[in-house]
């Protein structure tokens, strides 16, 4: 249990402030008025990745930045919002690892893969309703390739499903309610891969994504050893 214990390490989400281009309105989420703290790197580095570093210790594990949907704006110029994300995370302090999460299928491409390893930072594949599949996610950013860092996945959300439905249907989290086995089984197989390379895993999972996630968590494990 000890060396379990010591093992474990904490994955950390950036907080809007930095990651969302837009102030929402409280109750609504509607958008008030632009973000001035939008990819502000010395705001990020103050506000998020000094404290999470400082109280973590060595327990820190990936600091992940969760692009919301970033509207039609910019996604009109992907390679714009590329170069501006890259730059965003070049500009943290250096030594903590970095993974970046996106919601929008546009920014799924090898060109941000390419582009987030020379800022030094991973992909964080998202698992959720408006993303592709984690094969094509893993396959197209080149996560399954031994020359990529440690693999970080955050399974939020059932496919099929929206955040609300799923937190209704599901409660009060304590089983499986909607057992997604294609995404286990790729999710398992992707594990898998990873470690015979050597790379850590790292993996987050959210009750809505099939009803319970300390139940989500042991089925992953078992497929994860029994596909050994």
Known sequence: MRRRC???????????AITDPVVRKAGSGEAARDNPS????AAAASAFVGPAVA???????PL???FPPLG?????DVPR???RIAAFMTMLPRGPLYAV????PDLVTAAFARALATAGAVP??????RMPSVDLQAGTLGVDTPAVGPLVVRWNLHAGRSYDDAKAGYFPFNRLVDEDLPSRTSLARLARAVVAANRDVLITINNKAEGSAPRSVEALAAEIVDGE
């Open 72 to 76: 039609r704006r910019m996604l009109a």
């Open 64 to 66: 992940v930045f969760q």
């Open 38 to 41: 939008f990819l502000d790197a």
């Open 124 to 129: 964080c594949l998202a698992m959720h309703a």
């Open 101 to 104: 999460e996106v919601r929008d």
């Open 81 to 83: 919002l590329i170069a």
């Open 6 to 16: 010591d093992d474990f390490r904490f994955v950390v989400k950036a907080p809007a």
């Open 55 to 61: 109280g973590l210790g060595a327990k820190a594990g």
